[in-house]
Every structure is written in C-alpha cells, then in structure tokens.
T-cell receptor, first 115, second 111 residues
Framework: KAGVTQTPRYLIKTRGQQVTLSCSPI?????VSWYQQTPGQGLQFLFE???????NKGNFPGRFSGRQFSNSRSEMNVSTLELGDSALYLC??????????????FGPGTRLTVT | DAKTTQPPSMDCAEGRAANLPCNHS???????VYWYRQIHSQGPQYIIH???NNETNEMASLIITEDRKSSTLILPHATLRDTAVYYC????????????FGKGTLLTVNP
C-alpha cells in the first residue's frame, strides 16, 4: 500500500500571500488530520476531516482552513500568511471508523517558509 | 486527554534494549496509551498502542503497569536508525484523530 503523500514538499511564500497544501491519504482511509510543527510550539493539531466534513478543530485562527474531497484527498489553506506560519505541516490518515482505537499514518510533511 | 511525562533524553548502546518510560498518572479508564516516534525532519511514525494489557508487535513491546499510571516502551535491540524523538500520548477512543504531542524523549542510540 502506498503511504500518505503530501505536495509540495517545500514552499517559500511572502507575508500576506496565501498557500494551499495537499494531502493524499492511504487508500481506503477516510480520516485526514492536519498538524503544524514548529520548534517553539512542537506538534499541534489543526483539524480533522472525515467523509468531507470537519469533525474536529484545534485552536488556530480562521486563516487556517481545510477541506476534504469525495476521494478523501484533503487540502489545507492558509490565508494572509505571517512569519509565524513558517512550519512543517503534516497530514495523517486513519481509517477513522467509529470510535475505535486507530493509529494515524503521517506523511513526510510540507516545509513552508514565509519571508 | 491525560497528560504524560517523559524524560527529555536518553542514551542507549546499539544492540541493547532501549526502555523508554512514560508517566500518565491521571489516565482514565477509557484512555489508550499510544507511542509514536519522529526521526529528524520526517513525519511521526506509529509504533504501538495499548489499553491495559501488554502489547508486542514487530517494532516494540509496550508494558503498562497494573494501575495504568505508567508505561514503558521497549525496543529490544536498538539500532542507530532508532535514534528519534519518542512520544507517549494518552487519548480516548474517538479522539485519536487529534493527537496531543508533548515534548517526547530524544533517544540517541550510540555505536
């Protein structure tokens, strides 16, 4: 089975711009979660999508948004970029069925640098 | 979710067992213990999880104390490629899609 893929792997943007990151989950997985990792704050949960619906949301401003398509692929968007948005953005997929104990499989991440 | 406490760093000799402790004294009955690791600049990798029984898979063993207030991840024969930050996470069923990562333990395997 192919793993979780994220595109692009690296991105450089300027303050004020917006950016869209993409995540393709493992085949058959319906849950996609997004995380932000910075040296100062560590790994922080952004949001989770299941069957095209946002099911959980972390404590991030509204500039961070996402969506999920019918094939479970997901995108996250950050508008009006700030220097502090420079981070490694990770997505993770899971089967997401019911309320069982399921592991998440992470992609390699997208390294975003805001200048 | 219950909080976890892990030592910031540990060393282990290559070929020896690495025993990584985790304290989760406020864990509740429906919460699972998960272990993930992150090798530098890569995405985290799932290792193992358990509820109250000890668990073993091809990567590691998880030992949970009877009172469930602490656990130990065991890598039986550590290699240099096991050098990584190891995260112990406690989360309830249905919340395992929004993991709360602490600072973890940096395990350095030395030749």
């Amino acid at each position: 089975k192919a793993g979780v893929t994220q595109t692009p792997r690296y991105l450089i943007k300027t303050r004020g711009q917006q950016v869209t990151l993409s995540c393709s989950p493992i085949s058959g997985h319906r849950s996609v979660s997004w995380y932000q990792q910075t040296p100062g704050q560590g790994l922080q949960f952004l949001f989770e999508y299941f069957s095209e619906t946002q099911r959980n949301k972390g404590n991030f401003p509204g500039r961070f948004s996402g969506r999920q398509f019918s094939n479970s692929r997901s995108e996250m968007n950050v508008s009006t970029l700030e220097l502090g948005d420079s981070a490694l953005y990770l997505c993770a997929s899971s089967s997401g069925r019911g309320t069982g104990a399921y592991e998440q499989y992470f992609g390699p991440g997208t390294r975003l640098t805001v200048t | 979710d219950a909080k976890t406490t892990q030592p910031p760093s540990m060393d282990c000799a290559e070929g020896r067992a690495a025993n990584l402790p985790c304290n989760h004294s406020t864990i509740s009955g429906n919460e699972y213990v998960y272990w993930y690791r992150q090798i530098h600049s890569q995405g985290p990798q799932y290792i193992i999880h358990g509820l109250k029984n000890n668990e073993t898979n091809e990567m590691a063993s998880l030992i949970i104390t009877e009172d469930r207030k602490s656990s130990t991840l065991i890598l039986p024969h550590a290699t240099l490629r096991d050098t990584a930050v190891y995260y112990c996470i406690v989360t309830s069923r249905g919340s395992n899609y929004k993991l709360t990562f602490g600072k973890g333990t940096l395990l350095t395997v030395n030749p």
